[in-house]
T-cell receptor, first 114, second 115 residues
Framework: AQSVTQPDIHITVSEGASLELRCNYSYGATPYLFWYVQSPGQGLQLLLKYFSGDTLVQGIKGFEAEFKRSQSSFNLRKPSVHWSDAAEYFCAVGVYFGNEKLTFGTGTRLTIIP | ETGVTQTPRHLVMGMTNKKSLKCEQHLGHNAMYWYKQSAKKPLELMFVYSLEERVENNSVPSRFSPECPNSSHLFLHLHTLQPEDSALYLC??????????????FGSGTRLTVV
């Protein structure tokens, strides 16, 4: 079965600094990969997704993620964070065949300091 | 507006009460999901409905009873809950059951507190 690991429970960065959130997956074939963001008291919003093709994908709010097959990773990046980026971020993996559903990581909470 | 609406946003209920959570989507999606989100735990998939038919039930206690009367509406009926059932309950929908292709659209959730 597929699984997702987000090794960082909590990350703090200064406003304007760059950001990288880590995500590692376990799956026997090329997975479908997603990043979601959840603001306090809200549901999850899709930031970006990777299906195939270019391994660097662009998303909303200035985020991007890079799929690295050799490292089984799909890290999320942003060159300059804004205070409004403070939220919880979830990586998810989906399988292509069978009873498709998404498996989510445990999330990374992002705190932005002035 | 996310396209998936959940009501109520907050619910406090006693352990002997019966209540229902409602989820509504007008995205033309054919699959709907209930997830439970507890602190410091991964999202737990509870139920999956595809074309109004339940296709997955992840060993959820019988005090949670889902209902999908049509492809736009999903309910979660609650009765005799326990304090450990307090959590954020999220509804999601996807174009069809091949969710991997499209991802999910989530509602804002119902924050449930059992007292």
């Amino acid at each position: 079965a597929q699984s997702v690991t987000q090794p960082d429970i909590h990350i703090t960065v200064s406003e304007g600094a760059s950001l990288e959130l880590r995500c590692n997956y376990s799956y026997g074939a090329t997975p479908y990969l997603f990043w979601y963001v959840q603001s306090p008291g809200q549901g999850l919003q899709l930031l970006l997704k990777y299906f195939s093709g270019d391994t660097l994908v662009q998303g909303i709010k200035g985020f991007e993620a890079e799929f690295k097959r050799s490292q089984s990773s799909f890290n999320l990046r942003k060159p300059s964070v804004h205070w409004s980026d403070a939220a919880e971020y979830f990586c998810a993996v989906g399988v292509y065949f069978g009873n498709e559903k998404l498996t989510f990581g445990t999330g990374t909470r992002l705190t932005i300091i002035p | 507006e996310t396209g998936v609406t959940q009501t109520p946003r907050h619910l406090v209920m006693g352990m002997t009460n019966k209540k229902s959570l409602k989820c509504e989507q007008h995205l033309g999606h054919n699959a709907m999901y209930w997830y439970k989100q507890s602190a410091k735990k991964p999202l737990e998939l509870m139920f999956v409905y595809s074309l109004e038919e339940r296709v997955e039930n992840n060993s959820v206690p019988s005090r949670f009873s889902p209902e999908c009367p049509n492809s736009s509406h999903l309910f979660l009926h609650l009765h005799t809950l326990q304090p450990e059932d307090s959590a954020l309950y999220l509804c999601a929908s996807s174009q069809d059951q091949t969710a991997a292709n499209y991802g999910y659209t989530f509602g804002s959730g119902t924050r449930l507190t059992v007292v």
